[in-house]
Every structure is written in structure tokens, then in C-alpha cells.
């Protein structure tokens, strides 16, 4: 079995042997694959286990981000099914935003370190609002019009606003890395080139964020609208909610978490790129896909898992280093693709004719 | 090769008895495309040189053969692309990897020695100028074989994504280029020099034209000034594509990928095998793609580099498609001819006019947010005209038609139930006296 899936010249036989065998043969891959990724961290772990650890805690960090964006891909994938391509670079404009904002404003009042924080909060905040008010504004003008087209045409609209973002922020950015001074100027202990109270800054505004949307999508009114579309777009119009507004709300969300995601990240790492945003997308949309694409719950625990699994190939011993972190990505959707195409939490769907 | 080409000869008096209309039809362009390459070949060669200055001056300018090469190119890419998503309807956001596997496997048959892991000598045909070193096969052979590696590339992206649909498939594809061209940068895999790297493989052979360099007045290989020549070779390799395009469509494969596109599930009830309609699917695309890879690298660039294969290249080939009009080849055409001129002189151009009409100094930021204008293009096509400027008959109303699930709730929405009896009106005009009768 193994052998007819690695030839690649005779797939027809490989696909007719798979139904014959059944899910089996395809589970038991799977789980070798599974055991295999385990032994290389057991191997990894033993090497060198004060890199090991480093790199895990970075990649939770790195991971928390990717939950953020990987919430508004499948927010909007669970509600109108639409890969929002430009959501990396709603992310990118984050970024760019927050960093104008913050060292403007920081220039100007001349504030300490601690003020440092009160800015970046600042900054966060109007990234969120004008990241949301942008997403909310595409959704308005294109998607829209688009709701019942066929599914190509709002894939290939969304590619369209990918590149109109990236432009706006050559635009803005020039066509180069941007280095910008974010230093707080606190010093204190590293973890992995990265100082310890970055990786607090990101823990400590995400989990109070995945908290609210929680709260938002489980408990308000809102929210309960967002699930009901969700689930029958037209059943939820039958019962009075007004699915527009419901639409432009998940769009707002998941813009607002993007713009959050952008500060916190470009307040780490203090560079942006106008083109960063793509493959940030790529990956955040692979976590979501790995969590279960439309289970929120599943974006996270996919962000999360894709942040430590790109920190441990990037750092950790025996890992394959940076630069090839998208092909590790990457090659970790298409087999999940294969193998359980649902994600870790989604649950199968049928077909509906 | 030949072969191929020769097939339908005899069928023609058969079809003529039926229809004499439509074996005129299949004689119509590729007379119509022969007569098109020979006087843009005349044109350049030899009526340009002897007009006025200021019109040759202006032609060469705003229209040169260099772009009208590269557009050939590119033509043969959208036409890939075409059979995968026009046809067959599979999304592919990764097609740049066809193209730098088709470039690689150039890279690797026809340079001088470049690579320290693997340094080999072998001649096969190769053109009179090659280098003693490294491995030089002759250009045509390559196209067959960087099309035989691509189809196996083909193949291997297509074998996972069989399951997937729409959206997914379009992330995975995306997902394969990425990793091929991340091969690329990397150059190495598992400690083999495989890509070079950054740095590519330059100085490529060039393209040997074998007997007929025997001829008076033809080069016996075509260097970096030979540009009229290379355009016949192109327009030959472009003839080719047109041809299988246009026969492969009227086709049992391709009635199966129309059947897919437009329904998979009613298509696979219908006993078509949607293993071997898709894999197929995707194996022509990656011919083309390879056929185009090698032209691009052989005949424009003669180098290949990794910066060439990035996402925004996979992007600008749908567009083309997009734009012309999925499903249509003469669409396709239309499509890849403007955008490939907007992208290579077009836009510099008219920066470097506008700068000269305004006094400014605005002529690189044209080039510059071209992707931006490509963008705002695909959003407008998008909303206003998805069907592309030159539609099927066929994909118009496929792409004016509302989702299934929101026909059933026609009731709930009123203006959806107006689109669909459009739809129906423009699709069969009886169906409408039937409704009235």
C-alpha cells in the first residue's frame, strides 16, 4: 500500500486498492506518520532539552498569534464558507498601523517604558477598530453581492483584496523591511532571542481576547445569531435575525483579531514587510483547517500546534531549521488533508444534493 | 509528435459529408493562426527595419517582439491553467510549480556545469555553440522530457487532493507551489545540490534549429538576437497547445471535465470516473505548464532563478484566464496576450508617456502597483462581468447562476428567483414561449 501511494505514475491503481481496503490501511499511516513525528520529538527532547524547552515556549507564543488569525479564517469560513485570502493581509496592515501609531505617538510625548505599554494598548486598539471597519467594508462592498455567485467567485475576489492590501501597504511600508523602535527598554531574561516580557505582553493580551470571543460567540445574543447562520442562512432569516448585519458582525471580529494579532506581533519581532501577510495567512489558515475548519475551538488548539510544530522545526535540535518552515507546514496540511480531511475537532460532513 | 499532429487529417472528408460548416471550423484557425505567426515574422524581419523612424520608433516601443515572445509564453501557461480550471473546474493556486519544474529540468539538461555535487558531461543534438562541459540536450528534447517530469508532477499534486474539494483544493494547491519554490531557494535537499539555490542556473543553451539550420539566411541556434526566430518556434509550441486546447475539449476527456465542473456529483453518477477525469485534468495542466517552463527559460530568460516562481506569477496566470474567460481558449488567449503586454511594456511604458505628456517622474510607480491595479481588476471582473470578456456560451450561465441550496429558497428571496428565470430565458429561448403557450 505504501508503495503504490509513493508511485506516483500509477495512482489509479492506488486509489482503486484504497477503497478495497478500506480506512484501515489509511488509519494505520496515519498513525505511523503520528508515531514517527513522536519519535522525533522524543530523539529532539533528549539532544539538548534546555533548546528543546526554549523552542517549545516560543512556539506557544508564536502559536497564540496564529490562533488569532486562524479565529477570524474560520469565523468567516463558518459563515459564509469563503477562504478569506485576505485575511493575512488584514494581519499585515496590522501590523503597519500599530506601528505608526505607536512610534508617532511615541515620539512625540517622549513617555518612559511603562508609558511604552499604555501606547502599544493605544495602538492595538485602533489597529483592531481599523482592521475591523476594513474587513466589515470588503465583506460590504464585494462579498455581498457575491453571496449566492458560485464558490470561485469570492475565492478569486478575496485573492483580488489580497493584492489590493498588499499594494496599500507598499504603499505605506515601502517594498522593503520596515525596522521600527519598539524596545520597551525593559531588559530582563531571554527565551529563545526573544525577551521574556514580549512573550508575557502576547500571553497576556490573547488569553483575555480568546476569553471574550468565547464569551461573544457562546453567550450573547450576537453570537447565538453568528451560530444560527452559521448552521441555515436561510432558516436563520426565516426566524428574524437579519443575516447581513450578522455577517458584517463576524467580519468585524474577525478583523479586530487580526489587527490585535499584528500589534502583538510586530511589537516582538519589530519589522514589517509588505508582503509578510500571504504566507502568515497560509499558515494561520492551515491551523485553522488542522483545528477543524469552523470549530473555534479548533482554531486554537490548531494555532497552537502549528506555532510549537514551526518553533520545533525552526529550533529545537535536529529540527530542520527556518528555512524550511513552509514546506513543514505545508506538507503537514496536505497530509492531513489525506488522512482526515475534517481537522482535529471538525466533525465529517456529507455532501448535500 | 508529428504524430499527433497528422490524426485528424483523415477525419476531416469523413466530417465534411456531415457538416461542411464545421469542418470548415476546424480549418479556420489554425490557417487563420499560421498566417497570424508568418506575418508578425515578415512584420519584424522584414517590413520594420525599412519603415519610417518615428513608426518603427513607436512599435518598438509600445510593441516589441521581445514582449510579443514572452506573451507567447505566457499563452501557454493560461492554456495549462485553462484545462485545470476553466475546463475541469479544479481552483489550482500553485501552477507557478509547473512552471519551475519545466524551468528546472531545462536548468539541468541544457547549461554548463554549474553544480559541484553532480558534474557530468553528456551531448545529445546539442546546439554548435554549447560548452564542451556539462549536460546539453537538444531544446526540443527537453520540452519532452521537462513535459513528461511535469506530468509526473501533475500527478503527484493531483493524487492527494482527489478527495478535496473547492476551497481546500486550492489551499493544497497553493501549499505545492510554495514548496516547490522553497525547494528552489533552499537549493538543497538532503545535502544534494539540486536547485542552486538563489543563484539559479545561467547561461542556458541556446535553442538549436538542427536541419534547418542548413538553410540559407536561419541561424544554425538561435542567440539572444535571433528574436524573430524564436517567435516561430514559440508560435509552434503555442500551435500545439491550441490544438490539443481545442480537440481535447470536443473530446470524451474533456465532455467528462465539463460534466465535473459543473456538477462533480451528477457527473460521477453518470459513470464518470472522477479519478481519471481529474488526474488527467491535472496532467495536461502540468504539460502545458512544463512545455512553458522550458520556452520561458530556453528562449526569454535563458537563466532560471527561484524569484521567478513566487505565488503572485500563479495569480497573474488565473487572472488571465479569469479575465478572458474561463473555459474558452480563445478567451484564454485574449486574456493572456493583454495582461502578459500590460506586465512587460505596457504599464512601463505608459509611465514613461505620461511622464513625458505631464513633466513628472511617476514612471516606476506604475510598474510598481501593478498588482494592486491587478487586484482592483479582479475584484471588478468579479462583480460586474464574471463570466471574463470573452465567455463560453456555456460558463456564462454556469457563472450567472445562483448556488443550488439558494434556488431552493427562492421564495424566501425574490430577487433570486428574477436571476434564475434570466438564466433560463438566455440559455434556451423556447423554454420561455414554452412557459407563455
Not at chain 1, 489587527?259 to 485553522?288: C, H, K, N, P, W
Not at chain 2, 510549480?97 to 558534474?119: I, K
Not at chain 2, 542567440?223 to 473530446?251: H, M, P, T, W, Y
Request: aromatic residues 10%; glycine residues 12%.
Amino acid at each position: 500500500m505504501t508503495q503504490a501511494v509513493s508511485s506516483p505514475p500509477a495512482p489509479l491503481t492506488a486509489i482503486r486498492r484504497k477503497v478495497r481496503l478500506g480506512p484501515v490501511v489509511e488509519r494505520w499511516i496515519g498513525w505511523a506518520i503520528l508515531a514517527l513525528g513522536g519519535a522525533w520529538v522524543i530523539w529532539s527532547f533528549s539532544a539538548s532539552p534546555k533548546q528543546f524547552f526554549e523552542a517549545l515556549v516560543v512556539g506557544v507564543n508564536q502559536g497564540t498569534l496564529y490562533a488569532l488569525i486562524a479565529l477570524g479564517y474560520t469565523m468567516v469560513y463558518g459563515i459564509i464558507e469563503l477562504i478569506n485570502f485576505a485575511h493575512g493581509d488584514l494581519f499585515m496592515l496590522g501590523t503597519i498601523i500599530s506601528m505608526s501609531v505607536f512610534v508617532n505617538f511615541m515620539d512625540q510625548h517622549k513617555l518612559g517604558s511603562w508609558g511604552g505599554f499604555g501606547t502599544l494598548a493605544l495602538a492595538m486598539i485602533i489597529s483592531m477598530v481599523l482592521c475591523s471597519a476594513l474587513n466589515v467594508f470588503t465583506e460590504f462592498i464585494a462579498y455581498r453581492r457575491l453571496r449566492n455567485a458560485p464558490k470561485l467567485a469570492p475565492l478569486i475576489t478575496a485573492v483580488g483584496f489580497s493584492f489590493i492590501f498588499q499594494d496599500i501597504g507598499q504603499f505605506a511600508n515601502g517594498s522593503g523591511q520596515k525596522n521600527w523602535p519598539v524596545d520597551l527598554g525593559l531588559g530582563g531574561p531571554k527565551i529563545g532571542g526573544l525577551e521574556l516580557y514580549h512573550l508575557l505582553i502576547v500571553g497576556g493580551v490573547t488569553v483575555p481576547l480568546l476569553l471574550l470571543m468565547s464569551f461573544i460567540v457562546t453567550r450573547t445574543k450576537q453570537g447565538k445569531a453568528m451560530r444560527a447562520v452559521a448552521a441555515d442562512r436561510d432558516g436563520a432569516r426565516l426566524m428574524g435575525i437579519n443575516v447581513n448585519r450578522t455577517i458584517s458582525f463576524t467580519f468585524a471580529l474577525g478583523g479586530a483579531l487580526a489587527g490585535a494579532a499584528g500589534t502583538l506581533f510586530v511589537s516582538e519581532v519589530s519589522t514589517t514587510r509588505y508582503d509578510q501577510g500571504l504566507t502568515f495567512g497560509l499558515i494561520a489558515f492551515t491551523a485553522a483547517v488542522l483545528g477543524g475548519i469552523g470549530n473555534l475551538v479548533g482554531a486554537v488548539v490548531g494555532g497552537l500546534l502549528i506555532g510549537v510544530i514551526e518553533q520545533l522545526s525552526n529550533g529545537a535540535p535536529h529540527g530542520l531549521g527556518q528555512q524550511w518552515n513552509l514546506t513543514v507546514i505545508f506538507t503537514i496540511l496536505i497530509t492531513l488533508m489525506v488522512f482526515k480531511p475534517e481537522g482535529i475537532l471538525g466533525t465529517r460532513t456529507t455532501e448535500k444534493v | 509528435m508529428t504524430a499527433v499532429l497528422t490524426t485528424p487529417a483523415p477525419q476531416t472528408p469523413k466530417k465534411a459529408k456531415q457538416a461542411s460548416s464545421r469542418s470548415w471550423g476546424d480549418l479556420a484557425w489554425p490557417i487563420g493562426y499560421v498566417l497570424v505567426v508568418a506575418f508578425l515574422f515578415v512584420f519584424y524581419k522584414n517590413l520594420l527595419p525599412d519603415l519610417q523612424d518615428n513608426i518603427a520608433g513607436n512599435i518598438t516601443k509600445w510593441l516589441p517582439i521581445t514582449s510579443i515572445n514572452e506573451a507567447m509564453v505566457w499563452i501557454v501557461m493560461a492554456l495549462g491553467l485553462n484545462v485545470v480550471v476553466g475546463y475541469a473546474g479544479l481552483l489550482d493556486l500553485g501552477y507557478v510549480a509547473f512552471w519551475a519544474v519545466g524551468g528546472y529540468v531545462a536548468g539541468w539538461l541544457m547549461s554548463p556545469p554549474w553544480n559541484p555535487d553532480a558534474n557530468l558531461t553528456f551531448h545529445l543534438w546539442s546546439p554548435s555553440n554549447a560548452n564542451p562541459q556539462g549536460i546539453h540536450v537538444t531544446f526540443w528534447l527537453v520540452l519532452v522530457a521537462a513535459g513528461v517530469v511535469c506530468v509526473v508532477a501533475g500527478l503527484i499534486i493531483g493524487a492527494p487532493t482527489l478527495r478535496l474539494r473547492g476551497d481546500y483544493l486550492a489551499l493544497v494547491t497553493l501549499g505545492f507551489g510554495e514548496m516547490v519554490r522553497q525547494v528552489a531557494i533552499n537549493g538543497r535537499v538532503f545535502g544534494f545540490n539540486l536547485t542552486n539555490g538563489d543563484a539559479g542556473i545561467s547561461s542556458l543553451d541556446s535553442i538549436g534549429t538542427g536541419p534547418f539550420g542548413q538553410i540559407q539566411g536561419i541561424p544554425t541556434h538561435l542567440g539572444a538576437f535571433d528574436n524573430e526566430f524564436k517567435l516561430l518556434v514559440l508560435g509552434a509550441i503555442v500551435g500545439l497547445c491550441l490544438f490539443i486546447s481545442l480537440r481535447i475539449r470536443r473530446g470524451r476527456l474533456g465532455r467528462a471535465w465539463l460534466a465535473i465542473r459543473e456538477d462533480e456529483l451528477a457527473a460521477s453518477m453518470m459513470g464518470v470516473s472522477l479519478v481519471k477525469a481529474k488526474l488527467s485534468a491535472y496532467a495536461v495542466g502540468a504539460f502545458f505548464g512544463g512545455l512553458g517552463g522550458v520556452a520561458y527559460a530556453a528562449s526569454i530568460t535563458g537563466a532560471v532563478s527561484p524569484s521567478k516562481f513566487d505565488f503572485s506569477i500563479s495569480i497573474l496566470v488565473l487572472l488571465m484566464v479569469v479575465l478572458g474567460g474561463m473555459g474558452n481558449v480563445w478567451g484564454v488567449l485574449l486574456g493572456a496576450l493583454v495582461l502578459s503586454w500590460v506586465n512587460s511594456t505596457g504599464l512601463n511604458q505608459f509611465g514613461v508617456q505620461w511622464d513625458e505628456w505631464f513633466g513628472t517622474s511617476i514612471q516606476g510607480d506604475f510598474k510598481a502597483h501593478q498588482f494592486g491595479l491587478f487586484g482592483i481588476v479582479l475584484v471588478l471582473m468579479m462583480l460586474f462581468r464574471r463570466e471574463g470578456i470573452l465567455p463560453e456560451r456555456r460558463t456564462r450561465a454556469l457563472m450567472r447562476e445562483p448556488s443550488r441550496s439558494e434556488a431552493e429558497a427562492m421564495g424566501a428571496d425574490i430577487t433570486e428567483a428574477e436571476i434564475a428565470d434570466e438564466v433560463v430565458a438566455e440559455e434556451d429561448p423556447t423554454t420561455e414561449k414554452g412557459l407563455s403557450s
